[in-house]
């Protein structure tokens, strides 16, 4: 059966729920009982993670300019006391994320083949580090600002003072931004329980683009700005 037309690309598909252990016909679309995939999650010791959650997406579509697969609507799956999970998904690309509160989320991408029960590798949970501070200006003064990492976007309080979530060890880059203040990154290394960040206001840089016979403005099509240092003669880099 044929089911690749010239414009497939172009189509969009709503997701199927597949029950296990049927078959399904949607207009030309044949879909055949799943094939079984299992796993374990746990913390970082072995021992399985209480209230787990493990949230998997099906890839129905590569998108060759961005090098990615498009994932359909997430569905979740509550693994079982001892931290096993049995899933029923058709052939094809998935992605299994496993969460559980106070712990870094950790994903697979998991190849279901066409055949056979596949038993993926343990997803280990590593504990979250408790990050708390506060970001102040350069007079030291606590601003409101945001603070991001991968997996969470955390606002201050007006007095700049926060409680981050989502930092562990394979999630340690956090990034914060104000507005009127230039971002800064930082790459933690461990718990934080009186973080101080300190921003630098950003400088207004006002001018002109003019040509350079007659003195008419100029429409700016692209400005860049970039670093220069000075050599010990005094040039310019």
């Known amino acids: 059966r044929e089911l690749v037309t010239e414009n497939i690309w172009e189509q969009r598909f709503e997701d199927i729920r597949v029950l296990p252990g049927r078959s399904w016909a949607v207009g030309d679309l044949i879909v055949e009982p ?4 299992d796993g374990l999650v746990t913390d970082e010791d072995g021992v399985p993670c209480a209230d787990s959650i493990v949230t998997v997406r099906v890839a129905y579509l590569f998108l060759f300019d961005r090098n990615e697969f498009q994932l359909g609507s997430p569905w979740t799956v509550k693994p079982a006391d001892d931290g ?3 899933l029923q998904l058709a052939p094809g690309i998935c992605r ?6 106070g712990h870094c989320p950790v994903q697979r991408l998991v190849n279901v083949g066409p055949m056979g029960r596949i038993t993926i590798e343990p997803m280990a949970l590593k504990r979250q580090w408790p990050v708390r501070g506060i970001v102040v200006n350069s007079a030291g003064q606590g601003i409101s600002a945001v603070l991001h990492n ?7 309080d007006d007095l700049g003072r926060f409680d981050l979530s989502g930092v562990g060890p394979d999630d340690n880059r956090v990034l914060v931004t104000a507005d009127g203040y230039a971002p800064v990154s930082h790459h933690l290394d461990g718990p934080h329980m009186l973080w101080r960040v300190e921003l630098t206001a950003q400088l207004e840089i006002v001018g002109a683009v003019v040509d350079a016979e007659n003195g008419e403005s100029v429409t700016i099509t692209e400005l ?5 240092t000075r050599d010990a003669e005094g040039e310019i880099r």
């Open 34 to 37: 799943g094939i079984c995939v």
């Open 84 to 86: 096993r999970f049995e």
């Open 96 to 101: 299994l994320i496993a969460t559980a509160p």
């Open 150 to 156: 991968a997996e969470t976007r955390t606002k201050t």
């Open 224 to 228: 860049s700005l970039c670093a220069v």
